[in-house]
Each structure stands twice: as structure tokens, then as C-alpha cells.
């Protein structure tokens, strides 16, 4: 069955739902009520720190646990109590699970084998899935003889060649070094992409999630956080959480005041402006406890002579130290309220600071993120 | 300083290693030569040479009954041992029920109960039943016995195996029958080859309980060297213990190299 005709048979039903997915164990909630829905043919990762009910939500989906409550849907089949070897989803371990004691055709022909299909046949899918994992001489090799990264493309190979519903992978390219990572990620890519699976990706690397995927699902405790594309998740994280969790930011903690349809934040002696988009998609109580978030990107450093270039929101900092990366300067930054601070200048045409300078730091009022620093706050 | 404290050290524990090997093994070289003995009696050292006593071991019919009676019980406990042992060991390693810790110690007990009490208990059941002096009869018992050495090496062979090699089989499409069959097994099988040598091992020499449990008309090897050791006193039966000895050692090798075989991840 290929992808269209599926999407025919299922009526262009997303290719899984979770509703109010939750797992106990004893008293803890390793996943405590999920709420998702994938489209075929997208690649959604759930990326979050370890112990925050990813992997768990992972293998219930694949069926290797039970889940306490809530129902999985896949293609509009409730698969909730179906058991894993009739759920006909593909998954790739961290450790790749190849079968020692089968070469390589052997592992990729498993799955057909399982699905009763002729021989001839099997031979034909399993050279073909080799060539597109590019390790078509490989097939008589035992797993042994390969390498870290050839033995993850057969699993991935093994996963994908009997055309699953969905294809989950667990952090698959977390024993790997990071080159080696970097390849694989573009592979996984495409090779996804060739064959319009409906990938769920497993990952604690932010990088990897924001290079890999349509969207991504942040876990904490046992929840989803946040759920959107990379883009949505770095400019506009609804928590502190996600906003240290993605990438780098410069947390700025205040009282806000509202002041019509924007607001303030008082901090000490600043009082900074909060754009009105930002306080409408966060919101926050007068005279409560918020944070705002401003990403090393977005933040202008301004000679202290040079007030002109200020803007509205402003504060007084020290260069502490200046990191060259080639196409950027990284700046590490002390405030006079002796908080820390990053920011990230591109190399051309800006002058550079030292050491010691004493500078300004300013933002355009909407690069700024409001976020509820209250409670729950890392 | 550390040199010259070391160097006698050593050198007492390497005498205290050969020490304790001639005491294990001696014992059982002493019988070698006594089998190719010229005197008409068991004695050591012999005072002669001579092979007539292999002779009678290979040709006398209470010998050859002895060993193929003997290779017969081992042999059918040996593979029922196994098949019942390879099961529990999937049980205890991969089932989730109430009272597991209880069944593993039952199927252990024979490890640590005294043997002569089995036999005891055994007997007086066979006796009742009307199955002593017979095949089954002492396989039976003998399964019993060398059932926790199967048990014990194939859980120890499902230990060292990949959880996610039986997950990945199940994701792929292998019901719980398949998975065993194409992956548990071919990965644990020299666990359950080393588990039916020493099944095998264990009904082979098993004496104790073989003498409640047979009669004249079925006897096993060693029950056979223990009556004849009472009555009479020629060097057959040391020729005999060679023999068994040899078996036993090569199963014990076989063992060995089985272990050896255990793929690699």
C-alpha cells in the first residue's frame, strides 16, 4: 500500500492521535495526559529532558507498554489494547537491536518474513531498501562487521521496509559522535521524506529537533509544554522552561504591571517595556511575577557613548569576555545588577567590543517574550 | 620491599592451588591405572599390566546392560530436562505473576534438599505406583534433580540477551511463538546446550537415588559399580569408572566449547 492509497483508505485521517495518554507506575505519572495529533507524512519530535515521559509515551505508542489511561488512535484504528506485532508500526532503538545472529538481508527481511511474503518478492524489497540506505553490498555482512552509523541505517532500513503506519524512532543517533550525527540527521530526512512515513522522533538534543522536524512536542513531567514548529518554539516559548530548553536566552525576572493593552516589568531600577502582542499571548495578572525573554540575536549592544542608537528598552552591562565562532562574536555580558547575559552579533559590518566596555544592551520591544515566571519556573 | 613480600606469597599460593587440584582430582586418577591392572584384585600401584578387564567391562552383560541403560535415562532426561527447564527459565525471566519467588525456589530445591531425602520420598511413592525398575520411572526423578542446572544456565544465557532484540521482533510483526523461536532461542542456545550436558551430566553418574529406584532387572551404570564393588572385588569395575570418567569429562569439554559459541551484540 503506498502512502496516496492509504490516505484514500483512511480518508485523510491523521495518522495518530493520543488522547489523554497517561502512565502510571505505582504512584508516579511518567506520563500523565498527552494530547497530540500527527499528520501523515509529517515529522514530529517530542523532545524534553530525561524522565519527562517522552520515551514512555514512545513505547506506548509502539504497544511495549500498556498505557494507564487514554486511547491511541492510528490511521482512525483504536490500537489502545492491540498488541505491538499487529500495530504494524516501525521503530528504531537507540542501540539499533539488530539480530546478532542474522547478516544484514537476514534483519531487513524479518519483518517480511513475518508478513508471510514470497520469497522473490522479499529478495527485490529487501535490495531495494538497501540501496536507499545506501548499504546495498552490505546485505551477507553480520551487524558485527558494521560500524555504529552503518548498523543504525540498516535498523533504520529494517523500521521502514515494510512500509509502516508510523515509523518511531528512540534518540537514534545518541551513541553516535556528533559529525556522524549531523550526516545521519539529513539522511533520516530524506530518506523519510522519499517514503512519506509519519515519523515520531524521539530526542533530548534540541539541535536535532530543530534541524529534523515539522513540529516538535516539548515534554515535561509527563505533559506536553508546548507543541508547535521550531520556529514558533524559539520565538514565541509560552514558558521559561521552553525558552531554556530551546536554545539560548537572556531571562530578564520583574514585576509586569499592566499599562493598557501592553505593559512593564520592573526590575529593580528598569522599567521595561512589554509590546502589546506580547502581553496578549501571555496572560499574566498585574503585579505578578513574569519574565521577559530575549534571544542573544536580538539583543544590540551600543557603545555607552553612542545614546542615539538606544531604543525603548534598555539596560547597562560590562563585556566580560568575547567568543569569536567564525561567522559570529558571541559576547558574555554582566548587567550592573550583576545578572548574566549572552548575545550574539554577526561578524560584518558591526563594531566589535572588548573586554571590559561598558555598553548598552537594547531590543526592539517586540523581540521580546512575556512569559509567567510565578511558579514552576526552572 | 614489595618484591620480596610478594614472592613467597605467590609462591605459597601457587602450592596451595596445586595442593587443592590433587586433592579434587587424585582421588579419581588413582582408579586409571587400577583398571589396567594384572592382579586379580583391586589394588594400588598394580603390579602389572593388562587390558582384560575392558575386556569384561565392554563384553559382560551386566556391564553393557549398565551402560546402555545408563545412556538411555540420561539421554531421555536430558532432553526432557531441557525443554521443561528452557520454559521455566522464560517464565521466571519474562512472565509477570504472583509467586514467582516461590516457583524458582521450588525448581532450585533440589540444589540444596540432602538427595538421600528425595530418594527417600521418591521411593516410597515409586513403591506404591509399582514404577520402580523402570525407564521412566527414574527419568522422572532424575528431571527433577537436573532440572535446576537448566534452569540456571539459560536464565543466566536470557540475562546476557537484549531486551529490545525481543521488542524489536514483536514491533516487526512476531507474535510471542515467533519471537521465541527466531530470536530468544537461536540467542540462548548455548545456554540450553550447556544446560542439556549438564542435565545429561547429572543423570549420568547419579547414584542415590538410582539405587531406591532400580532393581536387578533395570540398573543403571553406577548402581551396577556399587553392587558389584560389595561382592566382588575384581578391577572391572575400575575399568568401568575410566570409562565413565571419560564420558563425563568429554561432555564436560563439549560444555566448553559450547559456552564459547555465544554470540556477540
Not at chain 1, 58 to 79: H, K, N, P, W, Y
Not at chain 1, 264 to 271: F, K, P, T, V
Not at chain 2, 78 to 105: Q, Y
Not at chain 2, 151 to 180: K, M, P, W, Y
Request: glycine share 8%.
Amino acid at each position: 500500500m503506498t502512502t496516496s492509497d492509504r490516505l484514500a483508505a483512511t480518508g485523510g485521517k491523521p495518522a495518530l492521535v493520543l488522547r489523554g495518554l497517561a502512565k502510571r507506575f505505582g504512584d508516579v505519572a511518567a506520563v500523565d495526559g498527552v494530547d497530540l495529533e500527527v499528520r501523515r507524512g509529517e515529522f514530529l519530535t517530542l523532545l524534553g529532558p530525561s524522565g519527562s515521559g517522552k520515551t514512555t509515551t514512545l513505547r506506548m505508542i509502539a504497544g511495549f507498554t500498556s498505557q494507564s489511561a487514554g486511547t491511541i488512535e492510528i490511521d482512525g484504528v483504536d490500537m489502545s489494547r492491540v498488541p505491538p506485532y499487529r500495530r504494524d508500526v516501525g521503530m528504531v532503538f537507540q542501540n539499533y537491536a539488530l539480530y546478532p545472529h542474522m547478516t544484514v538481508a537476514e534483519n531487513v527481511a524479518f519483518p517480511l518474513q513475518m508478513r508471510h511474503m514470497a520469497r522473490a518478492e522479499i529478495k527485490r524489497q529487501v535490495a531495494d531498501t538497501l540501496g536507499l540506505v545506501k548499504l546495498a553490498s552490505h546485505g551477507e555482512r553480520y551487524p558485527r562487521q558494521l560500524s555504529g552509523g552503518q548498523q543504525q541505517r540498516i535498523a533504520l532500513a529494517r523500521a521502514v521496509v515494510f512500509k509502516p503506519r508510523l515509523l518511531l524512532m528512540d534518540e537514534p543517533l545518541g551513541a553516535l559522535d556528533k559529525k556522524l550525527r549531523e550526516s545521519l540527521q539529513l539522511e533520516i530526512m530524506h530518506i523519510s521524506r522519499e517514503l512519506g512515513a509519519t515519523v515520531i522522533y524521539v530526542t533530548h538534543d534540541q539541535e536535532e529537533a530543530l534541524v529534523m522536524s515539522d513540529r516538535i512536542a516539548i515534554f515535561r513531567d509527563g505533559r506536553i509544554e508546548q507543541l508547535g514548529g521550531g520556529e514558533d518554539l524559539y520565538d514565541r516559548p509560552i514558558s521559561l522552561f521552553v525558552a531554556d530548553f530551546i536554545g539560548e536566552s537572556n531571562i530578564l525576572r520583574g514585576r509586569f504591571e499592566r499599562d493598557g493593552a501592553g505593559g512593564w516589568l520592573n526590575r529593580g531600577a528598569w522599567r521595561l517595556r512589554v509590546g502589546a502582542p506580547a502581553v496578549e499571548r501571555a496572560p499574566i495578572e498585574d503585579g505578578s511575577q513574569a519574565a521577559l525573554i530575549v534571544r542573544p540575536e536580538r539583543l544590540l549592544i551600543v557603545g555607552m557613548g553612542e545614546d542615539g542608537g538606544v531604543g525603548a528598552n534598555h539596560v547597562e552591562a560590562t563585556v566580560s569576555d568575547v567568543l569569536y565562532l567564525g561567522s559570529m562574536r558571541k559576547y558574555a555580558l554582566r548587567l550592573t545588577d550583576g545578572q548574566a547575559a549572552v548575545v550574539r552579533r554577526p561578524v560584518d559590518g558591526e563594531r566589535e567590543f572588548a573586554h571590559g566596555d561598558r555598553v548598552h544592551l537594547t531590543w526592539a520591544v517586540d523581540d521580546a517574550v512575556l512569559v509567567d515566571a510565578s511558579e514552576r519556573s526552572p | 620491599m614489595t618484591e620480596s613480600w610478594r614472592r613467597p606469597t605467590r609462591l605459597l599460593l601457587a602450592a596451595l592451588g596445586v595442593l587443592t587440584i590433587v586433592f579434587l582430582i587424585g582421588p579419581s586418577l588413582v582408579v586409571i591405572p587400577m583398571g589396567f591392572s594384572s592382579s586379580q584384585i583391586l589394588e594400588f600401584p598394580p603390579p602389572g599390566w593388562s587390558l582384560r578387564w575392558y575386556e569384561k567391562a565392554l563384553t559382560d552383560p551386566s556391564w553393557t546392560n549398565g551402560f546402555v541403560n545408563s545412556f538411555q535415562v540420561a539421554i531421555v532426561t536430558a532432553v526432557v530436562t531441557t525443554i521443561l527447564g528452557t520454559f521455566a527459565a522464560m517464565g521466571i525471566a519474562r512472565g509477570r505473576f504472583p509467586g514467582k519467588g516461590f516457583v524458582n525456589a521450588m525448581i532450585l530445591s533440589p540444589l540444596i534438599v540432602p538427595v538421600i531425602i528425595v530418594a527417600i520420598g521418591m521411593f516410597s511413592i515409586y513403591v506404591r505406583w509399582k514404577i520402580t525398575g523402570t525407564l521412566m520411572g527414574l527419568v522422572v526423578a532424575h528431571t527433577a534433580l537436573a532440572l535446576p542446572f537448566v534452569v540456571v544456565t539459560v536464565s543466566t544465557s536470557l540475562r546476557t540477551i537484549d531486551r529490545n532484540l525481543e521488542l524489536a521482533a514483536q514491533n516487526l510483526g512476531a507474535d510471542h511463538v515467533r519471537t521465541f523461536t527466531r530470536i530468544t532461542l537461536p540467542l540462548i542456545l548455548p545456554g540450553v546446550l550447556a544446560g542439556f550436558l549438564f542435565a545429561f551430566l547429572t543423570s549420568w553418574d547419579e547414584v542415590v537415588v538410582a539405587i531406591f529406584l532400580t532393581t536387578a532387572k533395570f540398573r543403571t551404570l553406577p548402581v551396577e559399580m556399587w553392587e558389584q564393588v560389595r561382592q566382588v572385588v575384581d578391577p572391572t569395575v575400575a575399568a568401568v569408572a575410566t570409562i565413565v570418567l571419560a564420558v563425563t569429562t568429554v561432555v564436560l569439554l563439549l560444555v566448553f566449547v559450547v559456552r564459547r559459541q555465544a554470540p556477540t551484540t
